[in-house]
């Protein structure tokens, strides 16, 4: 079955999301069209069919995607498009903020500097007025995603498929980091991704992001898992961080559209970051591992021969000549941070009633299991 581009949090949003958008679909219609028309030449008089706001949205970024015609040149122009709108703060979303301008930029950029596909972006709207919020509208694509409710690990079309068709798409997946990071001179052409918090390097200003990220995912409840996990790291960091590029930041393959287990769209530059390549191999050996815990927890047999460690490093290095290393430390640090977001993920379903605080508060992280391995140095056993 075909899939489209969707909301690319889905994993986030439907873990617990008990509200769904807020957004009247017929007044998203008429202010879509109202503000395309001063988008497009004079008397283009756009119309919108087929607009759907899934019921995944509402706490994360809102994906709206619709149809749009209009007349241009004498002839009716039509397209099939996405709009990504930032979120109400009442849905008390995952994230503290919401740039979609910075996303609609690193989209337009990776498209012009790489061979990684992207959708093409039309506009960024980072006035709130015409939607209620800011947004960007970008080309609607085509394909299938892996699914992460349920996990695409059993019982999906990837699952399904074939070894040697899972393969390809592993290998597919690799390579858009591969790609990803060759990007040339990417400080300088990204430079706006740079972390202004304090650190001697892009990886310690990285980390320092994320307990800044901690510190309001909790509104200053501390977890002591999370803050072992951030003491391991500082006992552990790499000696050498290797060159700086372009991360994509939530490098997984439930953000990408493929055909014929083939990449057509990589999608969610909401963490784009500037630093180690090690970053995003870590994340996405992790996000892997993570619904692999998952399909254990449940006796179901997963797929343990897809995204392993090693295949994953040994693939990158035959692409672009660089040893991954210290995957112990990323891995550990994608980890920590998928930890920060899913306790601030049950934070918000208490918010919402459908959760209770529990007695221990490490409990608010799904994977707590996982951490506590890691930490004990078992975990890749």
Not at 145 to 158: A, E, I, Q, R, T
Not at 302 to 328: Q, W
Request: proline content about 8%.
């Amino acid at each position: 079955m075909e899939e489209t581009q969707k909301d690319p949090e889905r994993q986030q949003s439907e873990v617990a999301r008990p509200q769904a958008s807020r957004r009247d679909p017929d007044e998203l219609k008429q202010r879509l069209e109202r503000w395309l028309a001063r988008h497009l030449p004079a008397a283009a008089a756009p119309r919108i069919a087929a607009l759907d706001v899934p019921a995944s949205n509402g706490m994360s970024s809102e994906t709206v995607l619709f149809d749009a015609s209009w007349q241009e040149d004498g002839a009716t122009q039509t397209a099939s498009l996405v709009a990504r709108v930032a979120p109400d703060p009442s849905a008390v979303p995952v994230f503290p903020t919401y740039d979609l301008d910075r996303q609609f930029e690193v989209v337009r950029l990776v498209g012009e500097t790489s061979s990684v596909p992207v959708p093409r972006v039309y506009w960024s709207e980072p006035d709130a007025g015409p939607l209620g919020a800011p947004f960007f509208v970008m080309e609607r694509v085509h394909g299938r995603v892996p699914p992460d409710v349920m996990p695409y690990n059993f019982g999906s079309w990837l699952s399904e498929a074939s070894l040697e068709n899972q393969m390809q798409l592993q290998a597919a997946s690799v390579r858009i980091l591969a790609d990803l990071h060759a990007v040339d001179d990417a400080e300088q052409r990204f430079g706006f991704l740079a972390s202004g918090r304090p650190g001697a390097t892009p990886l310690r200003r990285h980390v320092a992001e994320q307990w800044a990220f901690y510190e309001w995912a909790g509104g200053g409840l501390r977890l002591p898992l999370i803050e072992r996990c951030f003491a391991w790291l500082q006992d552990h960091w790499p000696k050498d961080e290797g060159p700086t590029v372009l991360n994509w930041g939530d490098a997984r393959i439930g953000n990408v559209i493929y055909r014929e287990f083939d990449p057509v769209a990589v999608l969610d530059w909401e963490m784009a970051a500037l630093g180690p390549r090690d970053l995003d191999l870590g994340w996405m050996i992790f996000l892997h591992r993570f619904f692999e815990d998952i399909a254990a927890t449940l006796g179901l047999p997963g797929m343990p021969h897809f995204m392993r460690r090693d295949d994953v490093a040994a693939t990158y290095e035959s692409l672009t000549g660089y040893t991954p290393r210290d995957l112990d430390f990323y891995t550990m640090y994608a980890a920590l941070r998928q930890g920060i977001i899913m306790s601030r993920i049950q934070h918000r379903a208490i918010h919402f009633g459908e959760a209770v605080m529990p007695d221990d508060v490490d409990d608010l992280i799904m994977h707590r299991a996982t951490l506590e391995a890691m930490l004990a140095g078992t975990y890749w056993r």
